[in-house]
């Protein structure tokens, strides 16, 4: 009779649970097929993500070629606003100018006339891209001066464009229009344009503070023949050089003032704005409208009779000057600096014999915008 030994359990252990060795094997078995599979399908998936990551670095500028290569010379625009068409053209000349000599530009612009912060905001990025230099038209005279010094600090060439600091020397040069000088001959146009009516002068400024807006108001009472104060000044208002603002302004005034003969205004949007509110009141005949720009649309109301003169400025030339000034600074070293006067043009169809002025074909073939 065989004796059977039983197995030995632990206690708690089902002995209908206790495996065979042939379960054994196999359990081993299937266990070494599923590591298999699962090394296999992690060599996949890391090589799936691999992929991904070189097509990601591949499609992706690093920070060195979003801002350009080692050697490209960059160079920031600041201008007041996005949509004014004076700054718009004075961006694209600088674009072209900066695409023609191998340079690059970055562009930004205030959200609106007077944005100081967002100004300040643009030259503190300029300064974290590594310019070479910084072209402004600066909003305030004052407003910018702080980041302006921090981007000279860092060896930045910094050139305002159409508007000077102030002090003048805040930057390390001016390129623009003299605008005392247009406003005296905007003045001196109105002037005789009046006629010997008594004036009655409605005076449409531009923004508060401004440089350029303080120097075309005073210009334009110096030729104009009278001193602040004086009481032919029936109004004034701000428009910010905006058209919404200058019909407002006008629309305001005139009724304040229903005799008004003559209307100074800071730019070609006021005084387009300016016109609208005259039009409405029906004096087409009876005001001289005044202003200063040169833009094809302002040339085409000179043309039209809406404006009886313009004077013309050249926003181009002081946007491709001031990016050959960087480009030579960085090529160079060599910096411009003072009041670099870019010139001035009156423009009217109806001229005076003893006051220099130019027509409006000459306008056309030479106006911006």
Known sequence: MNIVTPRLTHVGENIASVPSERTKRTRSKNFSQFLRRAWAGLRFTFGVFVLLALATLAGFPTSSNAAGSKDEILIGLVTKTEVNPYFVKLRQAATAEAEKKGAKLLARFGKFDGDNEGQVAAIENFISAGV????????????????????????????????????AD???????????????????????????????????????GGSVDNQRHDGFLKGFGIKEGDPAIVGKQNTHGALDEGQTAMENLLTAHPDINVVYTINEPAAEGAYAAIKKAGKQQDIVLTSIDGGRLGVKYVQDGKIAATVMQFPKKMATRGVDYVIDFAKTGKKPSGFIDTGAELITDKPFSDLPSKDTKFGVENCWG
């Open 132 to 167: 070479k230099g910084i072209l402004i038209t600066p909003s305030n005279s004052t407003g910018v001066l702080g980041a302006v010094k921090k981007a000279r600090e860092k060896g930045i060439l910094v050139i305002a464009l159409d508007t000077a600091t102030d002090p």
């Open 170 to 208: 805040a930057v390390d040069a001016t390129l623009a229009t003299d605008n005392f000088q247009a406003g005296v001959l905007q003045g001196q146009y109105a002037r005789k344009a009046l006629g010997a009516k008594a004036p009655k002068l409605a005076m449409l400024d531009g923004t508060p």
